[in-house]
C-alpha cells in the first residue's frame, strides 16, 4: 500500500510520491537483508555506524511507507554516502540476477531522491546549502583554489594554449580542474593538439549540475543543464569530451533524463579518448617516466560505469614505468570520500576515508598514486604522507614530452 499525505511519511503528497517511487526497491532490500553491501561502503568502514548502511537507507523507506518515520528523522543520515556505487555491485540481488536481467541494486539513486525530498520538504543540510546558493551566484562551484571563482575566471586555466571557442567538439572543464588543479586541463588539451585532435572551449562555461543534484537540489542542477545544452547548440557541438568521471556521470545519466529524445549529443571520456589516440599511434608516448605507480580506480569509473580497462592500458604504454596495479574488484571498497558532497557535510570522513585509501598504496612500495579523478586528487593529496598524487593525463603529459602543459 503506498503512503497517503496522512499517514505520518511527511507533510505532503511529495513523501507519497517518493515511497510510492522507491518501495519495491526498499523491500528488495529489506527482505534480503544480508548487509553484503556493508563492508565495501567507505563511509561505513569509518563510522560503523549502522544508520549510515545502504540497508539502512532502504530499510527507512520501509518505516517510512508504514508511518514510522518521516523524512525530518531520516535526511541527516543521508549526508553519509559519497554515491560511490560499491554496495549495487557488492549487493547479492544484483550479483546474482545483473547479468540475466540487467537488475542492478539502486542505492545511489535512492540516496539522491532521499536528499531531493528532504530538500522539496525544506530540510537543508548547511554546508550543502551554501555551496549550491554559491554555485548559483558565480556559475561554477565555489572550490578554494589560487583562482577566484568566476565566469571572469573560468578559462584562465587555458592561458597561452590558443584555444578556439567552439566548433563540433568541445572540451569541457569541470570546476576543480578550472580553479584548482590547472595543470589536468592544461595536460587534457596538449594532448588533444599533440594528437591533432580538434576542439574548442565553450562560449560561457557553468558548473555541470551535477553536484547540486547529488546534494538534492534538482531544479537548480536542470538550470546549470539548460545552460550548458543552449551553449553547446550555440555553437554547433556535436560531440563533449570530458576528463572529469563526475561530469561523465552527469552528462550521460542525469542530462538525458532531464532532455530526452532531445539530447542527442555524444559524450566522451577522455581515458577511452587517451587510450585509443595510443593505440592508433596518434600520440606517440616516448619519454620514459621512471616511476613506480599504483592506479586509484575512480568510483565513478570503476564502479557506477565499468571503465577500469582504459587507464590501465594508457599506465601500460607509458615507458618506464613500473605499475603495481590493484585489480578493479578489490577496489570496490577503495574510495577517496572526495564524492557526493561529502568533503562539504563531513570534510573529517573524507579524511580519513582518503587516509585509508593512501595508505593502501604505500603498503604497495611506490611513489605514486595515479588517480583519473580531478575531485580525488585534493584530498588524497592532503593525506600522500611519502606518495605523490598525480592525475593519469599529468603522468601521460610528461611520456609525451609535453611537460609545458603543467
Ligand atoms: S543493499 Fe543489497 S547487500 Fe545490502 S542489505 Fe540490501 S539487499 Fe543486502
Ligand atoms: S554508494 Fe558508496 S558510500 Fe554510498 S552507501 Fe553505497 S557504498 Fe556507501
Known amino acids: 500500500m503506498a503512503a497517503g ?27 534480503s537483508g544480508h ?18 548502511t545502504p540497508t539502512a537507507f532502504h530499510a527507512n523507506v520501509v518505516a517510512m511507507e508504514k508511518g514510522l518515520l518521516s523524512i525530518e528523522d531520516v535526511a541527516r543520515d543521508y549526508v553519509h ?19 540475466f536481467y540487467r537488475f542492478r541494486t539502486r542505492t545511489v539513486q535512492l540516496v539522491k531522491a532521499v536528499r531531493a525530498l528532504a530538500v522539496d520538504s525544506g530540510i537543508h543540510q548547511p554546508g550543502w546549502q551554501r555551496w549550491v546558493e554559491e554555485t548559483d551566484r558565480q556559475k561554477s562551484e565555489p572550490v578554494l583554489g589560487d583562482v577566484p571563482v568566476s565566469q571572469e575566471h573560468v578559462r584562465d586555466w587555458a592561458a597561452g594554449l590558443d584555444l578556439p571557442v567552439g566548433g563540433e567538439t568541445i572540451l569541457f572543464c569541470d570546476c576543480e580542474g578550472a580553479f584548482h588543479r590547472t595543470s589536468v586541463p592544461r595536460a587534457a588539451a596538449r594532448i588533444l593538439q599533440a594528437a ?17 543534484a547529488e546534494m538534492g537540489y534538482s531544479e537548480r542542477a536542470r538550470e546549470f543543464a539548460r545552460h550548458n545544452v543552449d551553449d553547446w547548440r550555440a555553437v554547433g557541438a556535436k560531440r563533449i569530451i570530458v576528463f572529469d ?19 542527442d549529443f555524444e559524450i566522451v571520456l577522455f581515458v577511452e579518448l587517451l587510450a585509443e589516440l595510443i593505440r592508433d599511434g596518434r600520440l606517440a ?16 569509473l570503476n564502479k557506477r ?55 593502501r598504496a604505500a603498503a604497495l ?4 598514486l595515479v588517480s583519473a579523478c580531478v575531485w580525488s586528487e585534493r584530498p588524497l593529496t592532503e593525506q600522500r604522507g611519502a606518495l605523490e598524487v598525480m592525475d593519469l593525463l599529468e603522468i601521460v603529459a610528461l611520456a609525451a614530452g609535453l611537460e609545458d602543459a603543467t
Not at 554516502?81 to 547479468?99: I, K
Not at 556521470?249 to 532532455?259: A, G, L, N, R
Request: glycine share 10%; proline share 6%; charged share 25%.
Open 245 to 263: 568521471p563526475h561530469d561523465y556521470i552527469t552528462f550521460t545519466e542525469d542530462y538525458p533524463s532531464y532532455f530526452g529524445d532531445e539530447y
Open 285 to 300: 608516448l616516448t619519454r620514459p617516466v621512471e616511476r613506480a605507480v599504483t592506479y586509484h580506480d575512480a568510483c565513478r
Open 35 to 52: 548487509k553484503f553491501c556493508r563492508e565495501v561502503c567507505p563511509v561505513m568502514q569509518v563510522t560503523r555506524n549502522e544508520v549510515h
Open 5 to 31: 499525505p496522512d499517514d505520518g511519511t511527511g507533510d505532503d503528497g511529495a513523501s507519497a510520491a517518493f515511497v510510492e517511487e522507491w518501495r519495491n526497491a526498499a523491500y528488495n532490500c529489506y527482505s
Open 196 to 212: 591533432g585532435v580538434e576542439f574548442g572551449l565553450m562560449r560561457e562555461q557553468w558548473c555541470c549540475g551535477g553536484p547540486a
Open 365 to 368: 612500495d611506490v611513489d605514486t
Open 305 to 359: 560505469k565499468g571503465i577500469h580497462a582504459a587507464p590501465r592500458e594508457v599506465l601500460r604504454a607509458i615507458p618506464g614505468l613500473t605499475f603495481k596495479d590493484v585489480d578493479h574488484v578489490t577496489q570496490w571498497s577503495y574510495c577517496s570520500g572526495a564524492g557526493g558532497g561529502l568533503p562539504i557535510e563531513r570534510p573529517d570522513l573524507t579524511a580519513e576515508i582518503s587516509r585509508r585509501r593512501v595508505e
Open 81 to 99: 554516502c559519497t554515491q560511490c556505487g560499491a554496495c549495487e555491485l557488492r549487493c547479492p540481488n544484483t550479483l546474482y540476477t545483473g547479468d
